[in-house]
């Protein structure tokens, strides 16, 4: 994909701030934690410097701030990495957020293993887990600029809490401007009849390379991006779980509470198949190059197609 554009999502995450209050969003406030340069906030900040509020080095804080905006009509964005706002933040997003089921958004950067140099204290392979536990949570992960920007704003129209994770790594964008992201709803990229690989944020790419791949050697994968983690669309997994009867999920998370077993949790009640589940195993990251990182732990096509293969065997 060297020829195709690449954009890191929270790239696609600034730029949507912007453009929602350009089009009309007038409650639209955005928080941050003194990081609005890397969650790219800054780029709302310079067109609306009145409705950005920096809160510090002080996630939880900021949590509890936005809390109280949204009590007042305002439709608060509140921005940190992730590690920051699902890790240090957890109990003030569970009980000022969640528990009164607010209408705040929050917008976490620089999730997984693609942090890379930041290493293992900044490497949040956890934060689905946690924000798929809080009751009424929307928990979403796009995969390319595209999709990103309409998730922010689907998120703005959504009344209640949702959880929006973006990446720092630039990524391949492979949906055009006619692609409609819905809220809870996946899709299908590609079709198959072997194998279902069900794939999220950055992982997308790499699941559309490893399906063409597979695809010459005469192995038929059908591809599938499911940026809603919560609520899952538990239809479309468990219709191409019909179809192919095998199942292989990949996130650029633990293999511990994300993607991987909520797809499990929806096929074992309703439509049991073989699943494996492709992710960073019950183990903390370290510090090095993003791609290198990401060939380490396995989150690579390359990677996938190998499981795959040993899978269907």
């Not at 439709?75 to 705040?104: C, D, K, T, W």
């Not at 290493?119 to 595209?146: K, N, T, W, Y």
């Not at 090095?288 to 996938?304: H, M, R, V």
């Amino acid at each position: 994909m060297a020829d195709v554009k690449c954009v890191a999502t929270r790239d696609s995450y600034g730029t949507a701030l912007k453009e929602l209050a350009a089009e009309g969003a007038d409650n639209l406030v955005v928080l941050d934690a003194d990081l609005s340069a890397a969650t790219k906030t800054g780029i709302f900040k310079k067109a609306y410097p009145d409705r950005h509020i920096n809160c510090g080095i002080a996630e939880s804080n900021m949590m509890c701030i936005a809390a109280g905006m949204s009590t007042m009509g305002l439709v608060p964005f509140a921005s940190s990495f992730a590690m920051f706002a699902a890790g240090r933040a957890f109990e003030q997003i569970r009980n000022s957020i969640g528990y009164p089921h607010l209408n705040v958004k929050i917008g976490a950067t620089h999730a997984g293993i693609s942090v890379g140099e930041d290493g293992a204290s900044h490497q949040c392979c956890e934060d689905f887990a946690l924000m798929r536990s809080i009751p009424g949570m929307v928990v979403i992960c796009p995969a390319d600029d595209v999709e990103a920007k309409q998730a922010v704003k689907a998120a703005y129209k959504y009344e209640g809490p949702v959880y929006l994770r973006f990446g720092r790594l630039a990524v391949p964008v492979f949906h055009d401007e006619s692609y409609k992201f819905e809220i809870g709803k996946g899709e299908v990229i590609k079709e198959g009849s072997d194998v279902t690989i069900i794939a999220n944020g950055l992982m997308v790419a790499e699941a559309i390379e490893a399906g063409k791949t597979l695809e010459a050697e005469g192995i038929s994968a059908e591809v599938i991006n499911i940026a809603t983690i919560k609520p899952l669309d538990e239809e479309l997994v468990i219709a191409s779980a019909k179809k192919t009867g095998k199942v292989i999920t990949v996130e650029e998370h633990s293999i511990i509470g994300g993607l991987g077993e909520g797809v499990c949790s929806a096929l074992s009640e309703k439509y049991p198949v073989p699943v494996k589940r492709i992710g960073v195993n019950d183990e903390f990251g370290h510090s090095g190059p993003a791609k290198d990182l990401l060939k380490q732990f396995g989150l690579s096509a390359e990677n996938i197609v190998n499981v795959t293969k040993e899978f269907l065997k």
